[in-house]
């Protein structure tokens, strides 16, 4: 009987420290907030109380706070001259060569004389420092690169996604369309445009 009492009161404070244990991991996102710089703290405050959700007593964590900084920015790419169309085009370092033929043929940005394009290359951050210094001398001349704070790598892609979409909707939210694709890929500008997009017609609303 002694020992049964006891196993009761053992279960009873084990369970005690447990319910303790996850009430004290139970806010994870305040934590998490809290280790970031003040800027991006902001940012996932921000975010948080917009995409938190409660169901019942649980409070689920925002599925992608996004706190990178840019390193790399246009902020002003979009300021004087409402675009019709925005191209994304996620990129890696080395591929100087690719960026620049894109350039110069179905990205160029001055191809159609009467509608406002504007192409950018969305990059993370590489672990090599020269690869770094090269696409930031690169951003110099050419003005159409962005790179937000997170380690470039395959496994990261969706994360250049969202910051595209981040950049749009930061700097760029009265744009007509826009485009994201890759560095690999040709793009049929005038099919694009003409065909698909008509610019004669009012821009399609929630169209995808
Ligand atoms: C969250 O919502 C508020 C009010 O609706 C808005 O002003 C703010 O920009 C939103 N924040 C984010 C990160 O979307
Ligand atoms: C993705 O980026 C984050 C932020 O820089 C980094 O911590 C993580 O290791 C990266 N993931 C991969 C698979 O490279």
Not at 63 to 91: G, M, Q, R, Y
Not at 140 to 145: G, L, N, R
Not at 167 to 180: P, S
Request: glycine share 2%; aromatic share 12%; hydrophobic share 40%.
């Amino acid at each position: 009987m002694p020992s049964k009492v006891s196993c009761l009161y053992v279960l009873t404070v084990v369970c005690w420290a447990s319910a303790l244990w996850y009430l004290s991991i139970s806010r994870p996102t305040s934590s998490y907030v809290s280790q970031l710089s003040v800027p991006a703290r902001k940012t996932a405050k921000a975010h948080k109380s917009n995409v938190t959700t409660t169901f019942g007593n649980i409070r689920t964590r925002p599925l992608n706070p996004h706190a990178f900084d840019f390193i790399i920015n246009e902020p002003k790419k979009c300021e004087t001259n409402v675009p019709f169309l925005v191209i994304l085009i996620t990129t890696t370092h080395k591929e100087f060569d690719a960026r620049q033929a894109i350039r110069e043929t179905w990205g160029d940005e001055s191809t159609f004389s009467d509608l406002r394009i504007i192409t950018l290359f969305l990059l993370g951050r590489s672990t090599d420092a020269v690869l770094n210094q090269m696409v930031e001398q690169e951003s110099e001349i050419f003005h159409d690169i962005v790179v937000e704070d997170f380690i470039d790598s395959y496994h990261n892609l969706t994360l250049k996604t969202l910051m595209g979409m981040r950049w749009v909707a930061t700097f760029c939210n009265q744009a007509k369309y826009v485009m994201k694709t890759d560095s690999d890929i040709f793009v049929n500008m005038d099919n694009l445009v003409y065909k698909l997009l008509k610019p004669a017609t009012k821009p399609r609303r929630r169209y995808f």
